[in-house]
């Protein structure tokens, strides 16, 4: 079974302030990892995704995920934060074989404070 | 290149109607999935239709149904509606050329019974 954990609900930062949000994830195999942002009445955007090679990934709109094997994560970062960050982030995996379903953490809502 | 597209956006209907959403994937997608998004259940996997035939199904009854059409739009079907399928049902596609290529969302569909 795959499985997503995204530990905390809320992320609360100050604007300018670095932003992180943790995802950890239960696959056996190596998986491939997601990070998409949801803003308010709109689907998903894709920020970033890791599959192989250099543990750390830079994406959309500054924001960077580090992959750690060893601890199984997946935390996604922004050096400064800015308030049009504020929105829904949620963590995915997906299995290289089998069914290649794409699992969901329940999402971080990130709140930065101007 | 347009995004994918979802018909329509809002949509109220009464317990014990059916209702079919509508999903235009973008060009050259071949591959469309689509969700469940609640406050309570998050986002949750209904089925994946790839070259018109299902590939992926998640744990829903039965009354929710799928197709995919040979130019690769897919549409949705819930039979005999219930209150808690009130939720944005979101669609999205990828190329389907690996379990690594990134999935794009359209902006959902927020059906409400009543």
């Known amino acids: 079974a795959q499985s997503v954990a995204q530990p905390e609900d809320q992320v609360n930062v100050a604007e300018g302030n670095p932003l992180t949000v943790k995802c950890t994830y239960s696959v056996s195999g190596n998986p491939y990892l997601f990070w998409y942002v949801q803003y308010p009445n709109r689907g998903l955007q894709f920020l970033l995704k890791?599959?192989?090679?250099?543990?750390l990934v830079k994406g959309s709109y500054g924001f960077e995920a580090e992959f750690n094997k060893s601890q199984t994560s997946f935390h996604l970062k922004k050096p400064s934060a800015l308030v049009s960050d504020s929105a829904l982030y949620f963590c995915?995996?997906?299995?290289?074989?089998?069914?290649?379903?794409?699992?969901f953490g329940k999402g971080n809502q990130v709140v930065v404070i101007p | 290149k347009a995004g994918v597209t979802q018909t329509p956006r809002y949509l109220i209907k009464t317990r014990g109607q059916q209702v079919t959403l509508s999903c235009s994937p973008i060009?050259?997608?071949?591959?469309v999935s689509w969700y469940q998004q609640t406050p309570g259940q998050g986002l949750q996997f209904l089925f994946e239709?790839?070259?018109?035939?299902?590939?992926n199904k998640g744990n829903f009854p039965g009354r929710f149904s799928g197709r995919q059409f040979s130019n690769s739009r897919s549409e949705m079907n819930v039979s005999t509606l219930e209150l808690g399928d009130s939720a944005l049902y979101l669609c999205?596609?990828?190329?389907?050329?690996?379990?690594?290529?990134?999935?794009?969302f359209g902006p959902g569909t927020r059906l409400t019974v009543t």
């Open positions: 999205a596609s990828r190329t389907r050329q690996g379990p690594g290529d990134e999935q794009y």
């Open positions: 890791y599959i192989t090679g250099d543990n």
């Open positions: 060009s050259g997608h071949r591959s």
């Open positions: 239709y790839f070259s018109e035939t299902q590939r």
């Open positions: 995915a995996v997906r299995l290289p074989y089998g069914n290649n379903r794409l699992a």
